[in-house]
T-cell receptor
Framework: DAKTTQPPSMDCAEGRAANLPCNHS???????VYWYRQIHSQGPQYIIH???NNETNEMASLIITEDRKSSTLILPHATLRDTAVYYC??????????FGQGTTLQVKP | EAGVAQSPRYKIIEKRQSVAFWCNPI?????LYWYQQILGQGPKLLIQ????????DSQLPKDRFSAERLKGVDSTLKIQPAKLEDSAVYLC????????????????FGAGSRLTVL
């Protein structure tokens, strides 16, 4: 399964867009990029996933580069409740989600 | 739909004692996972079930950990005997599977069971 690299921490001002980068340079052609987040003392929560095209849902947008070696999760208007650890994961053929260290996003008032 | 249910939420035991955690996945979900999350780290996959069969248990410390999924629904994770380093949150997740065909495998996680070993 392809590994991912994320910055350990980021800050964002409340109401502004939060852009969380992820590098997955060894991704294979049929592997999906998934994003989960984990708010303190809760289980991880699914946000979004994509293969090649950009995706948008009610929570976030996912931008995947044309070569698929990196992606960015965008929270368009961050709130204090978006403070969490965000995990970028590449889903391999086994169907296993292998979590890394993630990015701790701190949204500040 | 109801979420993934786990119990107990908290458990404190002495080292060398045993403990069991229970998970009830979302109805109809064929795939069930147990993860271990040590404080400050990302979740680590311990075991993956497809219906009542084990797909992957390569990271499960089989000398002390065991897991079963009776009738392909509920699952139990047991630790016997517990060590200090087993202190962690044990997360259960389930999914409908089908990723081989569609590439989509959205896992839904429970709130977790926090274990403290003294």
């Amino acid at each position: 399964d392809a590994k991912t690299t994320q910055p350990p921490s980021m800050d964002c001002a409340e109401g502004r867009a939060a852009n969380l980068p992820c590098n997955h340079s060894t991704i294979s052609g049929n592997e999906y990029v998934y994003w989960y987040r984990q708010i303190h003392s809760q289980g991880p929560q699914y946000i979004i996933h994509g293969l090649k095209n950009n995706e948008t849902n009610e929570m976030a947008s996912l931008i995947i580069t044309e070569d698929r070696k990196s992606s960015t999760l965008i929270l368009p208007h961050a709130t204090l409740r978006d403070t969490a650890v965000y995990y970028c994961i590449v889903l391999g053929y086994t169907g296993k989600l292998i979590f890394g260290q993630g990015t701790t996003l701190q949204v500040k008032p | 739909e109801a979420g993934v249910a786990q119990s107990p939420r908290y458990k404190i035991i002495e080292k060398r004692q045993s403990v069991a955690f229970w998970c009830n996945p979302i109805s109809g979900h064929a795939t069930l996972y147990w993860y271990q999350q040590i404080l400050g780290q990302g979740p680590k996959l311990l075991i993956q079930f497809q219906n009542n069969g084990v797909v992957d248990d390569s990271q499960l410390p089989k000398d002390r950990f065991s897991a079963e999924r009776l009738k392909g629904v509920d699952s139990t994770l047991k630790i016997q005997p517990a060590k200090l380093e087993d202190s962690a949150v044990y997360l259960c997740a389930s999914s409908s599977g089908g990723w081989v065909r569609s590439g989509a495998n959205v896992l839904t996680f429970g709130a977790g069971s926090r274990l403290t070993v003294l």
